[in-house]
T-cell receptor, first 113, second 111 residues
Framework: EAAVTQSPRNKVTVTGGNVTLSCRQTNSHNYMYWYRQDTGHGLRLIHYSYGAGNLQIGDVPDGYKATRTTQEDFFLLLELASPSQTSLYFC????????????FGAGTRLSVL | QQKVQQSPESLIVPEGGMASLNCTSSDRNVDYFWWYRQHSGKSPKMLMSIFSNGEKEEGRFTVHLNKASLHTSLHIRDSQPSDSALYLCAARGNSNNRIFFGDGTQLVVKP
């Protein structure tokens, strides 16, 4: 099964702080995604990428930047974090092609105080 | 607005019973659908996928797809307590590979 590793697993920061969430996949997948999950909601797409240097805007991008430095690594950056960004963040990867099942990391729980 | 609508929001079924979950996309530019299952405190895992009109069965799980109405349904027969989880429907945009999810159906199977 595809391996997707997120770090850190838990993070606490203060309002206005800078946070970087990391994601690494080791299965040579082209696509990588960042989602957030809040109580009462499913997964909402923040940003995604189809390769190193590429970035696509998702459905809830405000307040987030992302960067895909290599095929393996995808970072989510929160500059000037706000309490509304307190959430559970999932990274996922998938192959190119029609049947691109998502493989998820274990998640990062972020609290912005 | 939410592009994938799931119903019901929550569902309680007795052990051994049938659970039926629904999902419809309001975005007509989608082509593929998945059902993911997320147990409490865990990450989502793909349960079933369907890309063509009709029905697909895998063990106790059956998924239907009507591409004209962009409606898919998941049916779980002989439900077990271990099936208790959040079930998420996902759809893929056919022009941009964007994969988006509904808000999920919380299933509880009571022994």
């Amino acid at each position: 099964e595809a391996a997707v590793t997120q770090s850190p697993r838990n993070k606490v920061t203060v309002t206005g702080g800078n946070v970087t969430l990391s994601c690494r996949q080791t299965n040579s997948h082209n696509y990588m995604y960042w989602y957030r999950q809040d109580t009462g909601h499913g997964l909402r797409l923040i940003h995604y990428s189809y390769g190193a240097g590429n970035l696509q805007i998702g459905d809830v991008p405000d307040g987030y930047k992302a960067t895909r430095t290599t095929q393996e690594d995808f970072f989510l950056l929160l500059e000037l974090a706000s309490p509304s960004q307190t959430s559970l963040y999932f990274c996922a990867s998938s192959r190119t092609g029609s049947q691109n099942t998502l493989y998820f990391g274990a998640g990062t729980r972020l609290s912005v105080l | 607005q939410q592009k994938v609508q799931q119903s019901p929001e929550s569902l309680i079924v007795p052990e051994g019973g049938m659970a039926s979950l629904n999902c419809t996309s309001s975005d007509r530019n989608v082509d593929y659908f998945w059902w993911y299952r997320q147990h409490s405190g865990k990450s989502p895992k793909m349960l079933m996928s369907i890309f063509s009109n009709g029905e697909k069965e895998e063990g106790r799980f059956t998924v239907h797809l009507n591409k004209a109405s962009l409606h898919t349904s998941l049916h779980i027969r002989d439900s077990q307590p271990s099936d208790s989880a959040l079930y998420l429907c996902a759809a893929r945009g056919n022009s941009n590979n964007r994969i988006f999810f509904g808000d999920g159906t919380q299933l509880v199977v009571k022994p």
